[in-house]
């Protein structure tokens, strides 16, 4: 067994919770939106706007730790400094500006959705394979719907765009965190079976 192959499966084992808790949280927040849409409709651009700084920096940081290891490393970082670039913009113009900023920021949401399903996409790609480059395919994929869903309620409702993304972002929440959940799981098992063996 190869160096390489020992010090990628130990860095999976050393952070893959974090891959659960990105999971969990998107379930929790896709949870909220269905139980309390009103409530998470005023906080829908807070909770949206830290999620994406939290995963920015996940991803800038799995970056920078893989690209010894990982060609394609590249992109994850570009993935990370939109993330965070997506939440400051959601954190900075909530409400302020009105209706007008509010269509701007969903089609930014719109932007960066698709932006990172379709660079998650050669990320995913660049994983040994099985389950885990499925599931990594998966999320992407997940991202690029959500996007374009949310582009066709902007495009053709645009008055109702809020009360039908707190259900958009709700249901792409669930399945997108319980996706990264079970990827997660899978990368530790994959992780502790390379390790056993060396």
């Known amino acids: ?27 929790v927040l896709g949870i909220l939106a269905f139980i309390w849409p009103v409530a998470t409709a005023g906080a829908v ?6 999620y994406a700084i939290a995963d920015g920096i996940t991803e800038i940081v799995h970056a920078f730790a893989t ?19 997506a939440g400051i ?3 900075v113009f909530p409400f302020a500006i009105g209706a007008l900023t509010l269509l701007i920021l969903l089609w ?10 379709i660079m998650g996409i050669p990320a995913a790609a660049a ?13 992407s994929l997940l991202s690029i719907v959500f996007g374009v869903l949310l582009a066709i309620l902007l495009w053709t409702t645009p008055g109702n765009a ?3 993304l707190i259900y958009v972002l709700g249901a792409y929440a669930v399945l997108a ?22």
């Open 1 to 27: 067994m190869s160096n390489d192959a020992v010090a990628v499966s130990s860095f999976i084992k050393s952070i893959w919770w974090l891959v659960l808790l990105r999971g969990v949280l998107l379930v």
């Open 45 to 50: 651009f807070w909770v949206f706007g830290i």
């Open 67 to 85: 690209r010894k290891t990982d060609r394609r490393w590249g992109w994850l970082l570009v993935i990370g400094i939109l993330g965070v670039l």
């Open 89 to 91: 913009a959601l954190l």
């Open 108 to 117: 930014f949401v719109v932007f960066w959705a698709i932006v990172n399903g």
């Open 127 to 139: 994983l040994a394979g099985g389950a885990a480059k499925t599931m990594a395919i998966v999320f």
């Open 162 to 164: 809020l009360v039908w």
């Open 177 to 198: 965190g319980i996706v990264l959940v079970v990827l997660a799981f899978q990368a530790r098992s994959a992780a502790n079976a390379v390790l056993a063996t060396r």
